[in-house]
């Protein structure tokens, strides 16, 4: 597609539950982000991917959270036993190459009760 | 620790008037500088950057930004706003050399009244 897509667009969970969210890069886009926004933050960076290789995971805030791109395309962020603290945008973002700008996705707004 | 410090939270305008928004990094080596801007209901959009090369970098729909190593500042300006400025504006840091793992700030809302 023309952008990078991402869904659902929002999600409720009640507290304790798992969720999925996806997203979609650009065709071709070897490197992928997601970064988590709460509100009234800037985005802040979760984990990296250069095609299928997850190559820093430092910014998953605890073990619940965990993420995947098993084929070097479509990604997907899981996070387990949701808190109510995991509220926020999830943002994912790709990038045709590593050290270039990258096109962000509008998010997943994720609101855990 | 690198962080990146936007020092404004808010800032109202009035059509045609001159905007400058401030932007501080704290990081010990060679950093890329970036300004994303958020329309509302939309994504993030890359507004300008800055890798190497002339301080002064221009951006999209008039915004310009100028890098001063000195100052640790990525200063965003445009001359004369617009209504259709209103938005969120992001500045973000990324180490050079690597994979652009960015650090942004808390972001600046900035609303321009007709």
């Known amino acids: 597609g023309a952008g990078v897509s991402q869904s659902p667009r929002y999600k409720v969970a009640k507290r304790g539950q798992d969720v999925a969210l996806r997203c979609d890069p650009i065709s071709g886009h070897v490197s992928l982000f997601w970064y988590q926004q709460a509100l009234g933050q800037g985005p802040e960076f979760l984990t990296y991917?250069?095609?299928?290789?997850?190559?820093?995971k430092s910014g998953l805030p605890s073990d619940r959270f965990f993420a995947e791109r098993p084929e070097g395309s479509v990604s997907t962020l899981k996070i387990q036993r949701t808190q109510q603290e995991d509220s926020a945008v999830y943002l994912c973002?790709?990038?045709?190459?590593?050290?270039?700008?990258?096109?962000f996705g509008s998010g997943t707004r994720l609101t855990v009760v | 620790a690198q962080s990146v410090s936007q020092h404004n939270h808010h800032v109202i305008l009035s059509e045609a008037a001159s905007l400058e928004l401030g932007c501080n990094y704290s990081?010990?080596?060679?950093?890329?500088l970036f300004w994303y801007v958020q329309y509302p209901g939309q994504h993030l959009q890359l507004l300008l950057k800055y890798f190497s090369g002339d301080p002064l970098v221009k951006g999209i729909k008039g915004f310009e930004a100028e890098f001063i190593k000195s100052k640790f500042s990525f200063n965003l300006r445009k001359p004369s706003v617009q209504w259709s400025d209103t938005a969120e504006y992001f500045c973000?840091?990324?180490?050079?050399?690597?994979?652009?793992?960015?650090?942004f700030g808390a972001g600046t809302r900035l609303a321009v009244h007709p």
């Open positions: 973000a840091a990324s180490p050079s050399g690597g994979y652009n793992k960015l650090i």
């Open positions: 991917f250069q095609n299928e290789a997850q190559l820093d």
């Open positions: 973002a790709s990038s045709v190459r590593q050290n270039y700008g990258y096109t």
């Open positions: 990081y010990g080596g060679t950093v890329n």
